[in-house]
């Protein structure tokens, strides 16, 4: 960023101010890059994706577990679109893995039918249910009664993706301030005053005409730090913790693709599932926890073994205790709701709160990796449509 934010007494405008370089502030920096000059991302830790970004499954998703119309939908399949010819051409690993959500229990099957009508409903391709004998044709370990298979499912490299957002916005000159903490904003007139402290400690401020807060799990905290009432507005999130147990080399050959269970009601997650990676190992998770506090903290559980081996086992009976081993952990930023009812990404401008070119990106969780850049997309309409 600029050494210096004030000449003369003057104190700087800057055009674009994005807050947040999570996955999200990433590719929406790069896309406003494109068209728009003088673009600063703020980011509070020492380097991109420190947070729910780098601490997932890494799975691009095909579209299939959200409602009709939602942003959700609308934004992951479109991003899956987006994603997949992204990383073909600029040599992102990936891999286009396919996936089967598994029916293990008569009681599931109905589920399992609802998600497939209501995904196809959603847009999302490559579907169809298959029966236990054509999922033993490509998962001969794996039990069930029937599953629904996703073709467009797969899996990619985020940090390298986050990676070619980073240097293809800095190649369109957007400017990037690391250990940068926001810790005042002020309506003013013309747009916005930004305080903000550095790695040593020293604050400054600066001026900008329109600002993106995809500050992931501050995201509410920052609204709320430019006057919005977020308890009033929906905006308020919970954190919810994510477990993953790596599965021994012994056996993560033992699947071909990605498993799924069928999600139970009310749960915070897909459920305890299996995913490969790129380099041909598999982990378990994650589970969902909602956490009492906004502590980041991300250790693995070890006493969650047996409930992650017994979750798994359902579907995949090779699977034992001894197989499992700590991995990982990572926070969702999930909008507050009474009885985990599903809740839609909140993308908004926000003139009709007062706020003319202050645009939210709150409790973007899964898939927001998967719908990254058709989400950089809608915001750079925001700006388009409203800011001319």
């Given at each position: 960023?600029?050494?210096?934010?004030?000449?003369?007494?003057?104190?700087?405008?800057?055009n674009?101010?994005?807050i947040?370089?999570?996955?999200?502030?990433?590719?929406?920096?790069?896309?406003?890059?494109?068209?728009?000059?003088?673009?600063?991302?703020?980011?509070?830790?020492?380097?991109?994706?420190?947070?729910?970004?780098?601490?997932?499954?890494?799975?691009?998703?095909?579209?299939?577990?959200y409602?009709?119309?939602?942003?959700?939908?609308?934004?992951?399949?479109?991003?899956?679109?987006?994603?997949?010819?992204?990383?073909?051409?600029?040599?992102?690993?990936?891999?286009?893995?396919?996936k089967?959500?598994?029916?293990c229990?008569k009681?599931?099957?109905?589920?399992?039918?609802?998600?497939?009508?209501?995904?196809?409903?959603?847009?999302?391709?490559?579907?169809?249910?298959?029966?236990?004998?054509?999922?033993?044709?490509?998962?001969?370990?794996v039990?069930?009664?029937?599953?629904?298979?996703?073709a467009?499912?797969?899996?990619?490299?985020?940090?390298?993706?986050m990676?070619?957002?980073?240097?293809?916005?800095?190649?369109?000159?957007?400017?990037?301030?690391?250990?940068?903490e926001?810790?005042?904003?002020?309506?003013?007139?013309?747009?916005?005053?930004?305080?903000?402290?550095?790695?040593?400690?020293?604050?400054?401020?600066?001026?900008?005409?329109?600002?993106?807060?995809?500050?992931?799990?501050?995201?509410?905290?920052?609204?709320?730090?430019?006057?919005?009432d977020?308890?009033?507005?929906?905006y308020?999130?919970?954190?919810?913790?994510?477990?993953y147990?790596?599965?021994?080399?012994?056996?993560?050959?033992?699947?071909?693709s990605?498993?799924?269970?069928?999600?139970?009601?009310?749960?915070?997650?897909?459920?305890?599932?299996?995913?490969?990676d790129?380099?041909?190992?598999?982990?378990?998770?994650?589970?969902?926890?909602?956490?009492?506090?906004?502590?980041?903290?991300?250790?693995?559980?070890?006493?969650?073994?047996?409930?992650f081996?017994?979750?798994?086992?359902?579907?995949?009976?090779?699977?034992?205790?001894?197989?499992?081993?700590?991995?990982?952990?990572?926070?969702?930023?999930?909008?507050?709701?009474?009885?985990?009812?599903?809740?839609?990404?909140?993308?908004?401008?926000?003139?009709?709160k007062?706020?003319?070119?202050?645009?939210?990106?709150?409790?973007?969780?899964?898939?927001?990796?998967?719908?990254?850049?058709?989400?950089?997309?809608?915001?750079?309409?925001?700006?388009?449509?409203?800011?001319?």
């Amino acid at each position: 960023m600029r050494d210096v934010f004030v000449y003369e007494s003057v104190m700087e405008k800057i055009n674009i101010t994005v807050i947040g370089a999570g996955v999200v502030g990433l590719a929406v920096a790069f896309e406003l890059s494109q068209k728009y000059k003088d673009i600063f991302v703020l980011e509070k830790h020492y380097s991109f994706g420190r947070e729910t970004s780098s601490r997932n499954s890494e799975v691009i998703h095909a579209g299939i577990y959200y409602q009709n119309r939602s942003l959700k939908a609308k934004l992951c399949v479109e991003g899956s679109r987006m994603l997949y010819e992204i990383c073909a051409k600029n040599a992102i690993p990936h891999k286009r893995t396919g996936k089967i959500i598994v029916a293990c229990a008569k009681e599931e099957v109905a589920g399992l039918e609802k998600i497939f009508s209501d995904a196809v409903a959603c847009g999302a391709e490559g579907l169809r249910l298959v029966s236990l004998e054509e999922i033993k044709k490509t998962e001969p370990n794996v039990t069930a009664l029937v599953g629904l298979h996703s073709a467009n499912t797969g899996i990619l490299d985020s940090h390298r993706l986050m990676d070619y957002f980073f240097q293809k916005a800095k190649g369109n000159c957007a400017e990037f301030a690391f250990s940068t903490e926001v810790r005042e904003i002020e309506k003013i007139n013309g747009g916005y005053k930004i305080t903000v402290r550095d790695a040593n400690s020293e604050e400054f401020s600066f001026v900008t005409n329109i600002l993106i807060n995809c500050a992931g799990l501050n995201s509410d905290l920052v609204a709320q730090m430019a006057g919005i009432d977020i308890d009033k507005f929906g905006y308020r999130l919970d954190y919810c913790k994510g477990q993953y147990f790596r599965v021994s080399s012994k056996k993560a050959g033992l699947i071909n693709s990605m498993v799924y269970p069928v999600p139970k009601p009310q749960a915070g997650g897909l459920g305890i599932h299996a995913t490969k990676d790129l380099a041909g190992g598999m982990r378990l998770g994650p589970d969902d926890l909602y956490l009492d506090s906004r502590e980041l903290d991300y250790s693995v559980d070890i006493k969650r073994k047996a409930l992650f081996c017994e979750s798994a086992k359902v579907f995949m009976p090779f699977i034992e205790e001894e197989d499992l081993f700590p991995d990982t952990a990572g926070i969702r930023p999930k909008i507050k709701s009474q009885n985990n009812e599903f809740k839609d990404f909140l993308i908004r401008e926000e003139t009709d709160k007062g706020l003319p070119g202050f645009i939210n990106l709150v409790g973007i969780e899964s898939p927001g990796l998967t719908a990254s850049p058709a989400i950089a997309k809608y915001v750079k309409n925001f700006i388009e449509n409203t800011h001319k």
